[in-house]
C-alpha cells in the first residue's frame, strides 16, 4: 500500500513564498491523480491544486496564478509551490494520491502565513 510523506511548510510573511513536497513510497503499481487539500481552523478541508499523470491541472479560484502544481512521474513526487502568499492561506496542507487505485493521504504540514 503507498504511503504519502510530506516536507516544507512552515512560517512566512504575506507575500512570500513556500514549496510543499510530497513523496510517495511502499509498494506502487499505479498513481492516478495528485494533489493537495487544505484545511484552516474552523474549515472544511479543500482542493486546493491537482494534477493527473498526463499533467493536466486543476486549481481552486482562490490560488489560481499564485500556486502551481508539479510532479515527478519517475520519482512519485507531487510538489505545490506557493508564491505571493495571503494570510487567509494558513493552513494545514495535505498531500493526496490516488495509489493503486485507492486514496491516500499525508500526514500534513502547517502553513502559517502572518499580516
Known amino acids: 500500500q503507498g504511503r504519502l510523506v510530506e516536507s516544507g511548510g512552515g512560517l512566512v510573511q504575506a507575500g512570500g513564498s513556500l514549496r510543499l513536497s510530497c513523496a510517495a513510497s511502499?509498494?506502487?503499481?499505479?498513481?492516478?491523480?495528485m494533489g493537495w487539500y487544505r484545511q484552516a481552523p474552523g474549515k472544511q478541508r479543500e482542493l486546493v491544486a491537482s494534477?493527473?499523470?498526463?499533467?493536466?491541472?486543476n486549481y481552486a479560484d482562490s490560488v489560481k496564478g499564485r500556486f502551481t502544481i508539479s510532479r515527478d512521474n519517475t520519482k512519485a513526487t507531487v510538489s505545490l509551490q506557493l508564491n505571493s502568499l495571503k494570510p487567509e492561506d494558513t493552513a494545514v496542507y495535505y498531500c493526496?494520491?490516488?495509489?493503486?487505485?485507492?486514496?491516500?493521504w499525508g500526514q500534513g504540514t502547517q502553513v502559517t502565513v502572518s499580516s
Open positions: 493526496n494520491a490516488r495509489i493503486n487505485k485507492r486514496d491516500s
Open positions: 511502499g509498494i506502487i503499481f499505479s498513481i492516478d491523480t
Open positions: 494534477i493527473e499523470s498526463s499533467g493536466g491541472t
